[in-house]
């Protein structure tokens, strides 16, 4: 009976840090996809020079559901998506902030200057990318080790 109290305790600590890990891979899955729209936004303004708003839109044809804050685009875009990412959960506050100025910033320059303003972002995400996927295998290994030390600590206390 013991050992099965044991087992237990470890799996539910070991299922503990997963569910906090989710959290980190949804914030990587949602990083990734606003990457994957600043990628296509700057080859729409290199090769078509589309509105801010005629690029969401198609975006959100060939990538539906990627991001729910482009689900119902209007004009003005900077407006729609700051409002929507208030009701975002998967985000913290510094990645909403960062892509509530995107669009704030987005479409008021020229097509060349639009498309360093789109490059230099794509550059903070790929950043952000890096440290929630770096924070997830931290939380994952803390974890695990937690759990080995839990179980030597109730195994020593029980034997």
């Not at 070991?14 to 959290?23: D, E, N, V």
Request: with cysteine; hydrophobic share 45%; proline share 3%.
């Amino acid at each position: 009976m013991k050992y099965v109290f044991l087992v237990l305790l470890c799996l539910c600590v070991m299922a503990a840090g997963r569910l906090s890990a989710t959290r980190y891979q949804s914030q990587m899955k949602r990083c990734e996809a606003f990457l994957l729209f600043l990628t296509f936004t700057k080859t729409e303004l290199r090769f078509s020079q589309c509105t801010v708003l005629e690029i969401a839109q198609k975006f959100r044809r060939l990538h539906p559901g990627a991001l729910p804050f482009l689900e119902n685009p209007s004009e003005p875009l900077s407006a729609c998506v700051k409002r929507q990412l208030e009701q975002e959960r998967i985000l913290n506050a510094r990645q909403k902030n960062c892509i509530s100025d995107f669009f704030e910033g987005f479409g008021t320059q020229d097509a060349l200057a639009s498309e360093q303003f789109t490059e230099r972002y794509i550059a903070l995400f790929e950043a952000e990318n890096a440290r929630i996927r770096q924070e997830n295998t931290k939380k994952i290994k803390l974890t695990n080790r937690l759990a080995l030390l839990l179980a030597a600590a109730v195994a020593i206390v029980l034997f």
